[in-house]
């Protein structure tokens, strides 16, 4: 009688999808057939087989084709691989290899028209496929992205930062200019600032208070009895003389010197906002750091009104929160979630406006108005109060 068939739960059944389960040499591997032999007998066994025979027949009949087909499958398989895997990113070749290898039915390097790793990594730089480099570790590969959508978003995106560049950059040159033009107004005004204050340390008590006392007619030969008084207090004198008082001199040159400051910097911090307000109002406020409030019931009863600190924000639109109460984490979109506004005196990060990054210190609520005053404290407006700040472009930062 002929040998009884085994069950499926013999201990040898079992035994051999054991050993057939995990990965076996590549060398005892036949592509033609896809099969895998588990040693050198069970290859040699194969290959006297009838069925391999057959394929073999059919391989030689047109040998391009199918060594075409499996080195295009092979390529294909290993390129998505390190496209999904690794993206952009610079990575061994080697690496990228032991893992497409991991799928049991993957397509076998020696039945491709490269004979190793190395041949085959030289070809995907010479079509351009990967940017190739050797080192004393090896090869190394990085995908070439050739998608459409892909490299028209590349572009967006570098154009944008060109053009925020380059309003940097004017606007820093605009700022230069202004403060050339500052220092070189701040000291002609300090030498002639030098020069009054010469004139008043001479006759500063002379000079200052008869201007504003009774004693007018007294300070005048007092201060012609001195033979030896230079030509620079001369003018004072000539200027009572002529009727002119002493009051009005420095009233208008601190007036003139004031105005001079003030309206160079005004200047500045008008082009600035102005360009900030342009440039820096966005449909999209989530910032990583700030404390923001869920303000949906979709998410559940238990986490209304709930606060929750940002993590990170995905997509501009999107972002991670972690609740600050039970620790759990959500992933909520913006519009189910809004600022937070913190007691007076506490830091405060601006969201959205011409202030934009820059964190401020709450100086006042106006409750009537659903606007706030802040101070800011940091970047190039440092110090400058702000008022009419909206609710919504403001937020509480996390401890």
């Known amino acids: 009688m002929g040998k009884e068939k085994a069950g499926f739960l013999t201990p040898k059944a079992i035994s051999n999808r054991i050993k057939a389960k995990g990965l076996q040499k590549l060398r005892w591997y036949c592509q033609m057939c896809q099969k895998q032999c588990r040693d050198e007998n069970g290859f040699k066994c194969h290959t ?10 059919l391989f030689a009949e047109s040998p391009d084709k199918f ?10 398989g290993y390129l998505e691989l390190l496209r999904r895997r690794f993206g952009d990113k610079r990575v061994h070749c080697n690496i990228v290899y032991n893992e497409y290898i991991q799928d049991r039915d993957h397509i076998h390097m020696n039945s491709t028209q490269w004979l190793t790793l190395t041949d085959y990594v030289k070809w995907l730089g010479r079509e351009g496929y990967c940017k190739v480099d050797h080192t004393e570790k090896g090869w190394y590969i990085q995908y070439i992205n050739r998608d459409p959508e892909t490299i028209a978003r590349q572009q967006e995106l570098e154009k944008k930062k060109k053009m925020d560049m380059d309003d ?16 070189q107004t701040g000291g002609e005004q300090l030498s002639h ?33 001195k033979p030896s008084s230079s030509k620079v207090t001369d003018n004072p004198l000539q200027a009572l003389a002529t009727g002119v008082r002493k009051k009005d001199v420095p009233a208008v040159s601190s007036k003139k010197d004031g105005g001079k400051k003030r309206s160079a910097l005004d200047e500045i911090m008008e082009e600035e906002e102005k360009k900030r307000a342009k440039f820096t109002r966005k449909d999209h406020w989530l910032t990583p750091g700030i404390v923001v409030k869920v303000i949906t019931k979709k998410l559940g009863e238990k986490y209304y009104k709930k606060k929750a600190e940002v993590l990170t924000v995905k997509d501009k639109y999107t972002a991670v929160v972690m609740l600050l109460d039970s ?5 909520v979109d913006q519009t189910h979630l809004e600022t937070v506004i913190p007691a007076v005196g506490r830091t405060v990060q601006v969201v959205n406006g011409a202030y934009t990054g820059c964190r401020a210190v709450l100086e006042g ?23 009419g700040v909206k609710y919504e472009d403001i937020c509480k930062m996390a401890s």
Do not use: W
């Open 365 to 387: 609520l106006d409750e009537k108005n659903f606007c706030v005053t802040i101070r800011v404290d940091s970047g190039l407006s440092k110090g400058r109060v702000v008022e």
């Open 193 to 225: 600032e030098a020069t009054e204050l010469q004139r008043e340390s001479e006759e500063e008590k002379i000079v200052l208070k008869m201007g504003l006392s009774a004693k007018k007619p007294s300070t005048v030969p007092a201060a012609e009895s």
């Open 67 to 76: 060594l075409d087909y499996f080195s295009q499958e092979f390529l294909n």
């Open 168 to 183: 940097e950059e004017r606007q820093a040159k605009y700022i230069q200019e202004q403060v050339q033009r500052g220092m």
């Open 327 to 331: 620790g759990h984490k959500l992933k």
């Open 48 to 57: 006297m087989s009838e069925s391999h025979q057959r394929q073999l027949l």
